[in-house]
């Protein structure tokens, strides 16, 4: 039984605790691993691309060519050193994002993969901002402090089609709501003043990227 099960996490069907929410904490070296393996790694997107800047199409289609997509997102995020990755940042227009994030530095670590993502929104009183320096890879060697929410609730489904349930707080809450940003056409420098986005593009231009990048497309 224990094998089936690892066997289950590695197709991309994860447990779920009482509340419902995956549990994508368990066995995470072995289930990227799986993944990245599996895949070919592929030159990032960069800020500028129209794929970056519109929103994604819906997964309809949960088979092999979508399995095969995430292994090679797994392996381009390797490759990045990203802490998580949305397909359209490797080009593709589909609403899939994996990850392989910590809850804090030093914290749990969370690996998983979400397609058709969505923000679930928490009432108003309930939701504390939380300043972070924030970065991406398809904004190379830019970083910039962005206030988001310290918790989020994504709703979505697995490479199988079965719905989930994804919940994260302080650094994964942020990688959580930036990777579903991207699948809507929105880059974590849209949310930026004029002044802190110039100065982001700025950091870029005079940066030179440690991993390889697409030409505009």
Same mark, same amino acid.
């Given at each position: 039984?224990?094998?089936?099960?690892?066997?289950?996490?590695?197709?991309?069907?994860?447990?779920?605790?009482?509340?419902?929410?995956? +549990?994508?904490?368990?066995?995470?070296?072995?289930?990227?691993?799986?993944?990245?393996?599996?895949? $070919?790694?592929?030159?990032? $997107?960069?800020?500028?691309?129209?794929?970056?800047? *519109?929103?994604?199409?819906?997964?309809?289609?949960?088979?092999?060519?979508?399995? /095969?997509?995430? #292994?090679?997102?797994?392996?381009? /995020?390797?490759?990045?050193?990203?802490?998580?990755?949305?397909?359209?940042?490797?080009?593709?227009?589909?609403? +899939?994002?994996?990850?392989?994030?910590?809850? +804090?530095?030093? =914290?749990?670590?969370?690996?998983?993969?979400?397609?058709?993502?969505?923000?679930?929104?928490?009432?108003?009183? !309930?939701?504390?901002? #939380?300043? =972070?320096?924030?970065?991406?890879?398809? +904004?190379?060697?830019?970083?910039?402090?962005?206030? &988001?929410?310290?918790?989020?609730?994504? $709703?979505?489904?697995?490479? *199988?089609?079965?719905?989930?349930?994804?919940?994260?707080?302080?650094?994964? #809450?942020?990688?959580?709501?930036?990777? $579903?940003?991207?699948?809507?056409?929105?880059?974590?420098?849209?949310?930026?003043? #004029?002044?802190? *986005?110039?100065?982001?593009? &700025?950091?870029?231009? !005079?940066?030179?990227?440690?991993?390889?990048?697409?030409?505009? =497309?």
């Amino acid at each position: 039984m224990a094998q089936q099960d690892t066997d289950q996490q590695h197709a991309g069907v994860l447990p779920v605790d009482d509340e419902g929410y995956v +549990v994508d904490t368990e066995d995470c070296e072995a289930r990227e691993a799986a993944w990245r393996e599996r895949g $070919t790694s592929r030159p990032i $997107t960069v800020v500028g691309n129209p794929v970056l800047h *519109r929103e994604c199409a819906d997964v309809t289609d949960f088979g092999d060519e979508l399995r /095969q997509l995430v #292994a090679d997102m797994f392996a381009s /995020q390797r490759t990045a050193s990203g802490v998580g990755l949305a397909a359209n940042q490797i080009g593709v227009g589909l609403k +899939v994002f994996v990850y392989d994030c910590p809850e +804090v530095k030093g =914290g749990p670590r969370h690996v998983g993969v979400v397609c058709n993502p969505r923000l679930v929104e928490r009432p108003a009183a !309930e939701r504390r901002l #939380a300043e =972070g320096k924030e970065g991406c890879l398809s +904004v190379p060697t830019a970083f910039a402090e962005l206030a &988001r929410p310290d918790y989020a609730e994504v $709703t979505g489904q697995d490479v *199988r089609g079965n719905p989930v349930r994804v919940r994260g707080r302080d650094f994964f #809450a942020r990688c959580l709501q930036h990777e $579903t940003d991207h699948l809507y056409g929105r880059l974590y420098i849209d949310r930026l003043s #004029a002044r802190d *986005r110039k100065d982001a593009l &700025r950091q870029m231009a !005079e940066g030179e990227p440690r991993y390889p990048v697409a030409d505009h =497309g």
